[in-house]
Nanobody, 116 residues
């Protein structure tokens, strides 16, 4: 079965940066389009970035220009570089498949808190 292990979250001041990682096991990672999602308290989970291959990425308008998704197929890892963080970026961040109709079970997520 597929396992997703997210890491790299933490407490950061507004304007700061974090880099999240998600290690994927139990599937042929290189053939999977991947996405990063987040869920803030009281809100629905939303996809913020996705990657099919290094040249094909998409971003939610709320993070465009600040977040960068990337992947290392050899390490079976997808990354999310987050810059210029804002308090509204506070959420638990998860990785999963890009296609929301084909989601695997969710990992534990990693908490990102942006606060002064």
């Amino acid at each position: 079965q597929v396992q997703l292990v997210e890491s790299g979250g933490g407490l950061v001041q507004p304007g700061g940066s974090l880099k999240l990682s998600c290690v994927v096991s139990g599937t042929i990672f290189s053939s999977r389009a991947m996405g990063w999602y987040r869920q803030a308290p009281g809100k629905q989970r939303e996809q913020v970035a996705s990657i099919i291959n290094p040249g094909t990425t998409t971003y939610a308008d709320s993070v465009k220009g600040r977040f960068t998704i990337s992947r290392d197929n050899a390490k079976k890892t997808v990354y999310l570089q987050m810059n210029s963080l804002k308090p509204e970026d506070t959420a638990v961040y998860y990785c999963n498949r890009r296609d929301e109709s084909l989601l695997w079970g969710w990992g534990q997520g990693t908490q990102v808190t942006v606060s002064s």
